[in-house]
């Protein structure tokens, strides 16, 4: 049902309060509520491209009172104040209220000047910066090109509600009730416009505008989320009562998440930067020669012959591409490349131009369907039609306002890196003259939504692998992973990553990863972003145990990568086997690869069953008020990840607090701990904090060099007793489309914890390739069995 109601009281704070405006109130599903508000009298749409749902028919029940319009689904009743518009959302099974517009200003509106930036073309020049050369012109006048419409909506809390999401910041926030959010987009920013609460709600706001989200000036028990220039208000409401049933809720309005391939979830080694095929042949081998086990090598910038960001491979040290391609496959492993959308000062530059497809700042016209197709033809011809697999789509924000010079001291303060708000006006400026204030967050998008689907139309034997550094809402439907950018080497820096991939994870875009290491670990004494605290890179024994304990975080993310500049990445680069740090890394390797089976089937999970594999840990405690705020503990699956983020010399313990309502299994010692406590372990260089909940299935098989040598080897089915649990174990060909249309195994495992038996069920569906029978080693505290498996429901007794 949807219901438009007229003309309401105006709290604007502009002229705009002689207009008229209007109130939408749209159930999608009984749990799904679409609020729209404009100041203008009709709605238009803010045309972001964000949601691609198709709409439910609900029956709402309609009723009118003296002050209040109140519409009730299966699910909700939404109450609707008639003097002021404010919005209410109300479990119609228990008659609580799961939040509300503040009632006495629940929407303001102001209008806002647009600005051009006139460039004199003449004094147009390549600067080298951090982030590439970059083209720089003089400016020569700021023309007002008219105005757009800054929107607020204003929210009030419930008693010690959490908040999570937004996307993955520099802000070291973790619960964000509170705290203040610049959101735009950035080289260490991804913005995703979603809130979601373990009370029971999620938000989407449907605008490609930078936003800031804040407490509310006058009430500290409620918040305000800014639109920064938008056509209307226009958010969805998501009900659940589970984070994942938020989550959920999100990928029905915005689609679902792309299963990625097999091999993203073993090793990716990467460098800024390797510089010729004999290069990264001769380090893949190496890998190979040493048995430490690795699925892909990444190309990064600088392998083109001329100007910048030229999708051509300079024939000097790339002389033939689709050998290179062939030579990495016959070593079973698969090749990355890093791409551009700003090439400058070269034949790509100029033919984009003569076409009409390039936008302000030399970056190409990413909205423009032809465009897009264009952009993949230049990918195409140099790298996919020779064999490349993967793409890594560089500065997809695509613009940094503070990323090429530092900018004076303002009000007597120098810039750095903690100056969020002015860091905030800078990149939302320049990203509004080359965008359009309306869309300057949606960049990454479209420019994923090129790549997905112009591979898909190409062929559906590989999967869109796309490597990115910037986000939006639904950007989790066009096979992209992100990063979180350039981040310096610093232990104060590596604890900040933690809650900022969390909050983006929350999001309902679940593929999120780091530079293993950091990417700069040196010092350059003058730009805020280069500070990292190792200059001497890997020859810093402090170095090496930084990078450790950040690779053993990563082995716990989706993605597992090593990437960065000043020093090496490679896992020799630490010692020879035999020393702590490689082998401690190997270690971690070793681990990640025994789990390849467990994590593959999350991810199934994740495309199917709306879960979320690395999750803050109020999905799975959302009572746990001690949990709400930990930055440092989250779970993977039915893992408790505790990573050390300070050095063994500042603190040999690692503190670490175990949530309550289960009891805990330390992973490497096997002993039981109750929840709703803290405890304390040694920080030793080769142990990872890691705890399983009693009550889980952890499947694990056979570390290989290569995910696809793993497949066909035994199984082990790992139970941690103390309650009941399930897990599917999930099996496709690997690298295709074929599971879309149903070709895919599911083998259903459920352990009973009073009659001590792990039941393995029938097996459904079915692939090429898939092996009829199969080798299970059941595995408890008490002992274990081996099983041979032929599709069939078995019943081990313990």
């Not at 007229?6 to 679409?34: E, M, N, W």
């Not at 799961?98 to 000047?113: G, L």
């Not at 029978?773 to 007794?797: A, C, D």
Request: hydrophobic share 30%.
């Amino acid at each position: 049902m949807r219901r438009i109601i007229g003309t309401v009281a105006c709290y604007a704070i502009s002229a705009i309060t002689a207009h008229a405006q209007k109130l939408d109130i749209d159930f999608i599903t009984p749990s799904i509520v679409r609020v729209q508000w404009t100041a203008d009298s009709i709605f238009t749409g803010n045309n972001t491209g964000v949601c691609v749902y198709e709409k439910k028919k609900v029956k709402v029940k309609h009723k009118e009172t003296s002050d209040y319009q109140v519409f009730t689904s299966s699910d909700l009743t939404v109450k609707v104040d008639k003097s002021t518009s404010a919005v209410e959302f109300i479990d119609r099974h228990t008659g609580k209220t799961v939040i509300k517009e503040c009632s006495s200003h629940p929407h303001e509106a102001e209008q806002v000047v647009k600005e051009h930036i006139v460039y004199d073309d003449n004094s147009a020049r390549m600067e080298n910066t951090a982030n590439g050369k970059v083209t720089v012109k003089d400016i020569i006048r700021r023309d007002t090109t008219g105005t757009s419409t800054r929107y607020r909506v204003n929210f009030s809390y419930q008693d010690k509600e959490a908040v999570y999401g937004l996307g993955s910041h520099m802000e070291d926030h973790m619960n964000l009730r509170g705290k203040t959010m610049y959101l735009t987009q950035h080289n260490l920013k991804a913005m995703v416009p979603v809130l979601v609460s373990p009370g029971g709600y999620g938000l989407l706001f449907d605008a490609g505008c930078a936003m800031k989200f804040s407490p509310m000036p006058d009430n500290t028990q409620g918040f305000t989320m800014e639109l920064d220039a938008a056509k209307q208000l226009d958010y969805y409401f998501i009900r659940g009562a589970r984070m994942d049933d938020i989550v959920a809720g999100y990928r029905y309005l915005t689609g679902s998440v792309s299963l990625m391939p097999r091999y993203v979830f073993g090793y990716t080694q990467s460098k800024e930067r390797y510089t010729s095929s004999d290069d990264i042949i001769s380090t893949l081998r190496e890998y190979r020669r040493r048995h430490v086990p690795i699925d892909m090598i990444v190309q990064d910038w600088n392998y083109w012959p001329e100007g910048w960001g030229y999708m051509k491979m300079n024939p000097k040290y790339y002389p033939d591409p689709k050998a290179l391609a062939d030579s990495v496959h016959a070593m079973n492993a698969k090749l990355m490349v890093s791409i551009w959308p700003n090439p400058q000062y070269c034949p790509q530059e100029r033919d984009f131009r003569e076409r009409g497809f390039m936008l302000g700042h030399s970056i190409y016209d990413a909205f423009s369907h032809e465009a897009r197709k264009y952009y993949w033809k230049y990918a195409y011809d140099e790298f996919f039609s020779r064999g490349f697999d993967a793409w890594w789509c560089d500065s997809s924000e695509p613009l940094d306002g503070d990323w090429n010079k530092m900018p004076p001291p303002q009000d007597g303060k120098a810039y750095g890196k903690d100056d969020h708000e002015r860091r905030w006006q800078l990149n939302k400026d320049i990203l509004s003259d080359a965008l359009g204030a309306e869309r300057s967050s949606l960049y990454s998008l479209y420019h994923s939504r090129g790549i997905y689907e112009n591979q898909r139309l190409t062929t559906d034997r590989k999967r869109v692998v796309n490597l990115t550094r910037s986000s939006y809402a639904g950007q989790q439907r066009y096979g992209t992973i992100v990063w979180n950018g350039d981040t310096y080497a610093a232990w104060e820096s590596f604890r900040q990553q933690i809650p900022s991939g969390l909050n983006y994870m929350s999001t309902g875009n679940p593929y999120w990863t780091v530079d293993v290491g950091s990417f700069f670990t040196r010092n350059d004494g003058r730009r805020w972003f280069y500070t990292g605290k190792f200059n001497n890179g890997v020859k810093d024994n402090g170095y090496k145990e930084y990078y450790t304990r950040m690779f053993q975080w990563a082995a716990f993310l989706p993605m597992l990568r090593s990437h960065g500049s000043d020093t090496p990445r490679e896992i020799w680069q630490f010692g020879e086997s035999g020393t702590p740090y490689y082998d401690a890394i190997l270690k971690m390797i070793n681990l990640r690869y025994s789990l390849i089976p467990y994590i593959y089937s999350m991810a199934a999970m994740q495309t199917m069953k709306d879960y979320t594999m690395a999750r803050c840990l109020a999905f799975d405690f959302p009572t746990d008020m001690e949990a709400a705020d930990i930055k440092d503990e989250y779970m993977f699956g039915n893992f408790l990840v505790c990573p050390v983020t300070y050095p063994m010399s500042e603190m040999p313990n690692r503190k670490i607090y175990l949530p309550k309502g289960c009891r805990w299994t330390d992973y490497h010692t096997g002993q039981e701990y109750n929840g709703g406590q803290w405890i304390e372990v040694e920080s030793k260089i080769d142990i990872l904090p890691l705890f399983t909940k009693c009550g889980s299935i952890i499947i694990t098989t056979e570390t290989a060099e290569h995910t696809g040598a793993q497949i066909g080897k035994p199984v082990t089915i790992n139970v941690y007793p103390g309650n009941e649990a399930d897990f599917c174990i999930y099996e496709d060909e690997g690298d295709n489309y074929n599971y879309e249309r149903g070709r895919y195994s599911v083998i259903p495992l459920t352990w009973n914890d009073k009659k001590r038996t792990l039941t393995i069920g029938n097996r459904s569906g079915s692939f090429t390739g898939m092996q009829q029978e199969r080798t299970f080693i059941v595995k408890t505290p008490h002992g274990s069995h081996t099983v041979k498996y032929n599709g069939k429901k078995t019943v081990v007794k313990f």
